[in-house]
């Protein structure tokens, strides 16, 4: 059994790495005591990332689908409101959910999920389908 202190001081400490990963502005360590309902410390925080950081042999730069789908979003030509890119968005985020889709190569789940938006779209053109394809 986990304690709600213990499960609040993981999340906390794994939220302020990717946070600082992903973030220009990371979260800060006193607003995740303020969110954490002060139920970690500032002390807490830091030895937990460093336990977290030493546990994962601070192997930081994983790949996963939705960082190679924000990758190539740019050369697809996906435009900020597009119901494609929101599609991708949401199969990817379905497909991280599932336990299944870890064992596929993140670019082929990427790709497939482009194809996949596509091909939801109403303006979905089998030329346009193909090119963007080929810059896959």
């Not at 360590?29 to 601070?58: C, F, K, R």
């Not at 960082?67 to 949401?90: F, N, P």
Request: hydrophobic share 40%.
């Amino acid at each position: 059994n986990i304690r709600k202190n213990q499960f609040q001081l993981c999340a906390s400490v794994c939220i302020l790495l990717a946070s600082k990963m992903t973030e220009v502005s990371p979260i800060t360590i006193p607003q995740l005591i303020i969110y954490a309902d002060h139920s970690v410390t500032h002390q807490q925080l830091v030895e937990g990332e460093v336990m977290v950081l030493t546990a994962i042999n601070w192997e930081l730069s994983t790949i996963t689908p939705i960082t190679v789908y924000k990758a190539i979003q740019h050369t697809l030509s996906l435009e900020q409101d597009s119901k494609q890119r929101c599609s991708g968005s949401t199969i990817l985020h379905h497909c991280s959910s599932n336990y299944q889709y870890s064992y596929l190569i993140p670019s082929i789940t990427a790709a497939a999920a482009i194809i996949a938006a596509q091909q939801l779209s109403k303006d979905c053109q089998k030329e346009k389908l193909l090119e963007n394809i080929s810059k896959v």
